[in-house]
C-alpha cells in the first residue's frame, strides 16, 4: 500500500486528477476527521472538505514536498475549517432563537452512552485543543507533524495537549 500510494502521490504532484482522486478517497476518513473536529457539524464538514480538496488540486504544483502529501492535506483541511468558523462566525444568523429544541431519545447501549459522554466532554474544550488533540490521540499524529498541519510551535501543541487531557480528566471524574 505505501509502495501504491508513493506512485499515486508522484502521479498526483504532476497534475494526475485520477491519482489525486485516489489519494482522497485514500485519506478523506482521516481528512474530514480534522475538519469536523473544528467545525463539528456534518454539513459543514462536507462544504469543507469540497474547498479544502478544491484548493489542494489547484495548488499540487506549489507543493515543496518538505511534509507528507498527507501532512500537507490535513493542513489545507484544517486551514480551510477555520476559514469557514470564522466566515459563519461573521454571517450571524437571524430568526435562530424560533428554532425548537427536541430532546435526543435516549439510549440504553452503554457504548453509545459512553460516546455521548466522550462527545460532552470534547465539547467543552476549546476548539483549538479538541483539534490538537483529534490530530494527535484520535488521527496518530506525532506532536512534530500537528505543529507542522497547525502551524503552532511543537512546544505549544505539547502544552496545549496536556492542558485538554487534564480537563478531560477533570471532568470525567465529575462525571463518574
Known amino acids: 500500500m505505501v509502495r501504491e500510494s508513493t506512485g499515486l502521490q508522484e502521479r498526483a504532484r504532476e497534475g494526475d486528477a485520477a491519482a489525486f482522486g485516489e489519494l482522497i478517497r485514500m485519506w478523506d476518513r482521516d481528512l474530514r476527521g480534522v475538519a469536523w473536529s473544528v467545525v463539528r457539524t456534518?454539513?459543514?464538514t462536507d462544504d469543507v472538505m469540497q474547498r479544502a480538496y478544491e484548493k489542494a488540486f489547484v495548488?499540487?504544483?506549489?507543493f515543496?514536498?518538505?511534509s507528507s502529501l498527507k501532512t500537507w492535506l490535513h493542513s489545507i483541511c484544517y486551514r480551510t475549517a477555520l476559514d469557514h468558523v470564522r466566515y459563519e462566525n461573521r454571517r450571524r444568523h437571524d430568526g435562530v432563537?424560533?428554532?425548537?429544541?427536541?430532546?435526543?431519545v435516549a439510549s440504553t447501549d452503554g457504548a453509545a452512552m459512553a460516546n455521548l459522554e466522550l462527545d460532552e466532554l470534547l465539547e467543552r474544550l476549546?476548539?483549538?485543543q479538541r483539534v490538537l488533540l483529534m490530530l494527535t490521540a484520535g488521527l496518530g499524529y506525532s506532536f512534530d507533524e500537528t505543529a507542522e498541519i497547525t502551524g503552532l510551535a511543537r512546544g505549544t501543541v505539547a502544552s496545549r495537549i496536556?492542558?485538554?487531557r487534564a480537563n478531560l480528566d477533570r471532568w470525567s471524574s465529575d462525571v463518574e
Open 64 to 66: 515543496n514536498g518538505t
Open 126 to 128: 476549546p476548539d483549538e
Open 59 to 62: 495548488s499540487l504544483t506549489s
Open 97 to 104: 432563537e424560533t428554532l425548537e429544541v427536541v430532546p435526543a
Open 162 to 164: 496536556s492542558r485538554a
Open 42 to 44: 456534518q454539513t459543514d
